[in-house]
């Protein structure tokens, strides 16, 4: 028991050590703008999620509820369609236990995402987003919550035959242009955190939106505080003569499952 302790003690140093390395090494590439949000966790979101010059920017435009109604289903819209050559968003939120919620590549895409998080207690919901140049724009809200939502078992436990519904979607799309579609779409997930007692992790972590031809428009990496059932939006470009995206979805446990998706032609009403 004492070599295991000790091991224990080990670990949490080396881990202090290296954040502490991280901030300072942070410090000594560019310095940090001050925090709207003013929060504690700034550094350290900083330099875990946003190495690198990082600028506070309007044009992400964050928005979600001042109060959350329900802590395991807090919805979150993103939309940096005003910064050119975004190569990655992603979205942390700071006083999780498990802070990275999401990173979208919009490769063929729009710069925008809505999704549903996991919130455990009040906390800012950050954004950054890469373009181009390295640079880094970061903007966010912070939502008060109840608490509890990361540590909460999914509904779906309540069901003894919830597995039976795993990745079944439904799904809205329309287009926007001629140029562009919106697709909406809902997974049966429970998005287990491993963090509720006596059940382990197992969420989707996964998700490639592609055209007809297989060409990525966007990929998603997804994390525990994606709420249960993830609930996601998106923009991809698409010419007018493409009829139907292709979903494809992964979990932790290599489950898989794909979509096709039709996609409206442009009427004139």
């Known amino acids: 028991m004492l070599k295991t302790i000790q091991q224990v003690i080990g670990l949490g140093i080396c881990s202090a050590i290296y954040l502490g390395l991280a901030v300072d090494a942070y410090a000594l590439d560019a310095e940090l703008p001050e925090d709207p949000l003013n929060s504690v966790m700034w550094e350290n979101m900083a330099s875990r999620f946003f190495p690198g010059e990082v600028v506070i920017d309007q044009r992400v435009i964050v928005q979600g509820p001042l109060d959350a109604e329900n802590q395991m289903q807090v919805p ?3 939309d940096a369609t005003q910064l050119d050559d975004v190569k990655q968003i992603v979205a942390v939120a700071d006083l999780n236990p498990i802070p990275h919620i999401l990173t979208l590549h919009p490769t063929r895409a729009q710069a925008f995402i809505g999704f549903r998080v996991k919130l455990e207690q009040a ?6 987003v890469q373009t181009g140049d390295g640079v880094w724009h970061v903007n966010g809200v912070t939502v008060n919550a109840a608490g509890g939502g990361c540590t909460a078992p999914a509904l779906a436990h309540g069901l003894n035959d919830w597995y039976k519904t795993l990745g079944q979607a439904r799904a809205i799309t329309r287009r926007e242009s001629e140029e562009l579609a919106r697709l909406s779409v809902r997974l049966q997930h429970p998005m287990d955190t491993g963090l509720a007692p006596g059940i382990p992790v197992f969420y989707m972590n996964q998700i490639e939106v ?11 990496e997804m994390f525990e505080p994606i709420s249960e059932n993830p609930t996601l939006t998106l923009k991809p470009l698409v010419s007018d003569n493409v009829d139907e995206l292709l979903v494809y ?3 932790t446990e290599a489950n898989e499952f ?3 998706l039709p996609v409206p ?3 004139d009403n």
């Not at 906390?123 to 950054?128: C, E, K």
């Not at 055209?211 to 990929?219: I, K, Q, R, Y």
């Open 76 to 78: 979150i819209t993103v």
């Open 258 to 260: 794909n979509y096709s």
């Open 265 to 267: 032609a442009i009427t």
């Open 123 to 128: 906390t800012p919901i950050r954004v950054g």
């Open 249 to 251: 979805a992964r979990d």
């Open 210 to 220: 592609k055209s007809p031809a297989g060409d990525v428009l966007a990929n998603i």
